[in-house]
């Protein structure tokens, strides 16, 4: 079981294989070679700006037979010299299957490795790193670029810095090569050899030149152990991308009557949402948690009103509001509601839309100033800021409105009636609500109430449950259970869902004496 893993298969550009990829242990090879007393350049070439290709002992491919004479004679070379000195070595000449094995023994256990927040800070901050300019104070140009049709070279785009998987796709497209002909690199190259490209060579780089730097074998990034022993940071600064805004307007485009022409349109399809933007950059580990596909507006190239190639024809409405993704901001927030603390009311009692649930994020209409007229990015961050500062915070109940013991009557023949501790439970649930800045924009003062009175209207005195669980079974409302079924199935499942053992689903008499006899 290693995480060394490289499957040598460059042939494949010129045609279908003649053998099995050769299963190549990169760690092994590398402590053979330093054991040797060489360095990553016994296998690895340089290129002009002193960076180690990837390629293995050269800078670009050539033909068929070139490229498959490189990896023969130098392989087989550096074998037959260890085998010299005695020593246990790889396979030579005419001990092909030994090397194209078809059924590897060896397992992998690569993991990826995902450059974080934290990560992403220390690198930032490094003062390790030298930046790729003179002109730029920070590491940011060290690592983020554009390329350059004209000049085929990559350029420091400051305020533009994105995920290196917008460009450098997890598969880059494979060159056909026809017999004679050479390999053209593709551009960009796929995220695998474009991120071992930049890191592994600055690793090397700094510890040559006995700095602190980061893993420089597979197995110091792409393993289990070794990634629980990444340093986190407690305190993470804020990135230092230019235009990086504190609140953001999400809004569908402006959407014509019908007969109209699109392009004049006058009307928004539903109220914007105020994104606090500056809150959720704290709450995921990487910009791709949303930005998934670009940094740019999600509906202005990918997910569009109508559908878009680029964003598989996910339309806008669908990518922000699918319930099981966690691409969407109703997804994501679905997942917080799985935590104990929430799930006790969100995973146990009916979901149900209302204009009420959907105003929590869609608050208000567009300022008359700005209908109909297309706004500035610093025109909708400002209206964005004005509604997250209009906000108010959520008043919690008093203790006083709160009843401190409810009797459940009429439930049991076999039990007395049940005592239910209804102050104690709600301010139990309050408590795990205080500090959650989610509970402060999408509740209300009564909201903690709904959580079992789910069908009644918002207020102090909700009606008792039986009036609308008063039959066993309504063949009118075959769904709606009975006040017994109803009270086990809302008790039971909330102390399931927020891992509350106690009392046991089993125990009825800790809720329910017995009658006596």
Request: with cysteine; glycine share 6%; aromatic share 4%.
């Amino acid at each position: 079981m290693r995480a060394d893993i490289v499957k040598i298969d460059a042939m494949k550009v010129y045609g279908k294989l003649e053998l099995a990829p050769v299963t190549f242990l990169h760690d092994k090879h590398t402590d053979a070679v330093a054991k040797a007393g060489k360095d990553c350049k016994a296998c690895h070439k340089e290129d002009e700006s002193k960076r180690l290709s990837l390629t293995f002992m050269r800078l670009k491919d050539g033909s068929r037979e070139e490229v498959k004479e490189i990896y023969h004679a130098n392989c087989f070379k550096c074998h037959k010299e260890v085998k010299a000195k005695g020593e246990k070595a790889g396979p030579v000449d005419g001990e092909c299957r030994l090397c194209h094995d078809a059924k590897p023994k060896t397992v992998s256990v690569w993991k990826p490795v995902v450059l974080d927040r934290s990560l992403h800070a220390r690198h930032a901050g490094s003062k390790e790193i030298k930046p790729a300019d003179v002109q730029y104070k920070d590491n940011c140009g060290r690592c983020h670029h554009e390329f350059d049709e004209k000049t085929k070279k990559t350029f420091y785009a400051e305020g533009k810095e994105g995920n290196c998987g917008y460009c450098h796709l997890t598969q880059a497209k494979t060159p056909v090569v026809k017999p004679g002909e050479t390999v053209e690199k593709t551009i960009p190259r796929a995220i695998d050899a474009a991120s071992h490209a930049a890191c592994v060579s600055c690793h090397l780089a700094l510890t040559l030149e006995k700095k602190d730097a980061g893993p420089v074998k597979c197995a110091g990034c792409h393993t289990a152990d070794s990634q629980a022993k990444i340093k986190v940071l407690k305190e993470i600064p804020r990135m230092k991308r230019k235009g990086l805004p504190d609140a953001a307007l999400l809004a569908a485009p402006y959407l014509a009557p019908m007969k109209e022409p699109i392009k004049e349109g006058k009307v928004l399809a539903v109220n914007p949402v105020a994104f606090n933007h500056k809150v959720h950059e704290t709450v995921s580990d990487t910009c791709i948690a949303c930005h998934h596909g670009a940094m740019e507006s999600c509906s202005k190239r990918c997910h569009t009103l109508s559908g878009a190639k680029e964003g598989q024809f996910v339309l806008l409405d669908q990518a922000m509001h699918q319930q099981k993704s966690m691409r969407s901001c109703v997804g994501c927030h679905a997942v917080k509601q799985a935590d104990p603390k929430c799930a006790g009311c969100h995973k146990v009692m009916p979901q149900r839309s209302s204009e009420a649930s959907c105003a929590k994020c869609h608050a208000k209409p567009m300022p008359e100033e700005a209908k109909g007229q297309e706004l500035t990015l610093e025109q909708k961050q400002a209206i964005a800021t004005k509604m997250i500062e209009a906000r108010e915070p959520m008043v919690p109940l008093t203790v006083e409105d709160i009843p401190e013991k409810v009797v459940v009557k009429g439930v049991a023949d076999q039990y007395e009636n049940a005592e239910f501790p209804h102050r104690k439970i709600v301010m139990k649930l309050t408590e795990g609500m205080k500090d959650n800045k989610l509970v402060a924009v999408f509740h209300d003062q009564y909201s903690i109430c709904v959580g079992c009175h789910h069908m009644s209207p918002a207020s102090k005195t909700p009606p008792r449950c039986a009036s609308c669980h008063g039959k066993p079974f309504n063949p009118e409302t075959p769904n709606r259970p009975g006040v017994k079924a109803a009270f086990h199935q809302q008790c039971m499942g909330c102390h399931q869902k927020m891992k509350n053992p106690k009392p046991a689903d089993t125990a009825c008499v800790e809720c329910h004496k017995e009658k006596k006899k």
